[in-house]
């Protein structure tokens, strides 16, 4: 596997990176990561190459990998009889990713985590919206091109790569969770006692990066509309990333900043099930999500969600099991919060509901079907070698 991001930077390509190199190694293949190397935070494990990086300009969180040295490693991978290259990230990663495979001699497949075209516009806000959708759409449909195979994590993503003209094969495998060890870390907390919260108030609960494409802005404008019913709600928002600023005015312009508490990232091995738990319920609004694994981490902890169901949370999201999906407005998504906080038989209903359905993402499940795509495409890797 090869990525441009992989913890200490929190996001959904990390975690789904972290979750199928555990499972597959668990159901006994071996998995090696070649990512950048962090100045600050990471921490070393087995299997993970970590390579030499630079800041990004104006990118606090993620690094630069070096091409040239990337490509150096060619002698060394072949060494190890790989059998197949998974790149993560369409950066670096990617183009180094190809190339390894051409002089490797062996199959590439991408998964395609997020949505460009929906993403570029929040950072580079000086060309018009419909000059970077083309080129995000042109460039999915090269580096897709490039490859043997695509991994689309959800059914939404697939049918978005198919509009574009992408003609390699593509299979919809979702990321799983990693039930056992997410349910039990290793540490355990008073979430309320810690950030000094009422034992009454009611929290609304957000996890993620706090980026523009998260649509958090939204959950924060439809505050007000739950705390006229319920007027001890507090929004947790935990994650960090570059709307950080934005948010804090815009809670601030609408009278709520009393009632919006950023936490910034939080631990996963214990510090984040305790915000899970905690939480009376999880809103989530994102339009451009490829999956929304929080979506389904809040609901394995028993937390019941309130969400818009868009692009990836389509696949995540059934009415009734763990969530109530609401409508993209904020008079529909406020209705449906108030509903549950006013009404605690509906909200255990849900949150018994929600543990049993998020069992059915365990991760080895996932992974058995990207170790099916692996086998097809080292197999015909063999064949055609032969001939």
Sequence with gaps: MISDVYFPRVNGVSTSIASFRGALERLGHSVTLICPGYPVGQVDEPGVLRTRSRQVPGDPEDRMMHYRELLALAPQLASEAFDLIHVHTPFTAHYAGVALGSRLGLPVVATYHTLFEEYLHHYIRWLPRRWLRFAARRLSVHQCQQVDAIVAPSRAMYEALTRYGVTTPTEVIPTGLA????????????????????????????????????????????????????????????????????????????????????????????????????????????????????????????????????????????????????????????????????????RQQLAECAQAYASSWHEDAKSEELVTLYRQLAEKQLANARE
């Design 179 to 346: 039930l056992e060890t997410f349910r039990h870390p290793q540490q355990d907390s008073d979430f309320r006692a810690y950030y000094d919260l009422p034992q009454e108030a009611r929290l609304l609960l957000y996890v993620g990066r706090a980026a523009f494409e998260k649509n958090i802005d939204f959950l924060i404008d439809m505050l007000p509309k739950v705390l006229a019913e319920h007027p001890s709600t507090r929004v947790i928002i935990t994650g960090e990333g570059p709307a950080h600023d934005s948010l804090v005015r815009r809670a601030q312009e609408i009278g709520v900043a009393e009632a919006v508490l950023f936490l910034g990232y939080l631990d996963r091995n214990g510090p984040l099930q305790a915000a899970y738990r905690a939480a009376d319920v999880f809103v989530f609004a994102s339009r451009t999500e490829t999956q929304g694994l929080v979506l389904l981490e809040a609901m394995a902890l028993g937390t019941p969600v309130v969400s818009t169901a868009m692009m990836g949370t389509l696949d995540v999201l059934k009415e009734g099991e763990g969530c109530l999906i609401a409508e993209d407005n904020h008079d529909d998504f406020a209705t449906k919060v108030n509903r549950l906080l006013s009404d605690e038989t509906l």
